[in-house]
C-alpha cells in the first residue's frame, strides 16, 4: 500500500495483470477495458500524487552550434589559422 | 647557345617577375572602403570568425564586406579541411585572433553577442579562445 504513494501507476498495472493471466482468454477483452480504466484512474492519480510529468515546450528549442566547439580543437587550430590570417591580409 | 638561352631565360624571368609580384603585393593590402569602414566603426568582428555589421552599411559597403565574408568562407574551409576540422571550428578559432588583432577604437563581438568597441586592455573573449 504504501507502494502507491509513490508512483499508483505501476502498482495498478501489476495488479490488473494478475488478474488477465488467471481468469483465462474468454474475458480478455473485458480484462483489457478494466486494465484501460485502471490506468486512466492511475494517470489521474499519478497527476495528483509526486509523478513527475513531462510537457513539451511551447517555445521552439535552439541549438547553438558553436557549444559544439572544445577548446582542444582552437588549440590545435590555432597556429595555423594565425599563419592563414597572415598571409591573407586583404581579407582579414 | 647555352649561354645565349640562359641569358634570354633570365630576360624573360626578370620581366615576368613584376607581372608576378604585382598582384601579389595588391592582395596584401585590405580594400580602402573596407579599411575605413573598420576604422570607424561601421563593421565589425565577430566570433565566428565572419564580418558583422555594426550599423546599417550602405550598398557599397555590403558588396565590398560580403564579398571578404566569402573569401573568408573560402579559405577557411580550404584550410580546415587540410587540418581534418570543420569549417565552423576553423572559423571559430580565426574568430577568437582576429578579435585578439582589433586595434584601440576598432569593434569585435563580446561573448554575450554585444559590439564592443576595443580599448587598449585585452578584449572580452569566448573561453575557449586561447
Known sequence: MSRLTHCPLLTVHTGTATIAGSKGRKRGADVRRRVLAAGMLAGAAAALSGCISVKAPDKPIVIELNINIKQEVVYRLAGDASQTIDKNKDIF | ?130
Open chain 2, 1 to 130: 647557345m647555352a649561354r645565349t638561352t640562359a641569358f634570354s631565360a633570365l630576360i624573360a624571368a626578370a620581366v615576368a617577375l613584376p607581372l608576378v609580384a604585382a598582384p601579389v603585393a595588391a592582395l596584401a593590402q585590405r580594400d580602402p572602403a573596407y579599411a575605413a569602414a573598420r576604422a570607424a566603426g561601421q563593421v565589425g568582428e565577430k566570433m565566428d570568425g565572419y564580418l558583422g555589421y555594426v550599423t546599417p552599411p550602405n550598398p557599397a559597403l555590403k558588396a565590398v564586406v560580403d564579398d571578404i565574408n566569402l573569401k573568408r568562407r573560402a579559405v577557411y574551409s580550404e584550410k580546415a579541411q587540410a587540418q581534418k576540422a570543420t569549417v565552423e571550428e576553423y572559423a571559430f578559432t580565426s574568430g577568437c585572433l582576429l578579435i585578439a588583432q582589433t586595434q584601440p577604437g576598432e569593434k569585435y563581438q563580446a561573448p554575450n553577442g554585444t559590439w564592443q568597441t576595443r580599448t587598449s586592455a585585452p578584449p572580452q573573449r569566448d573561453s575557449r579562445c586561447l
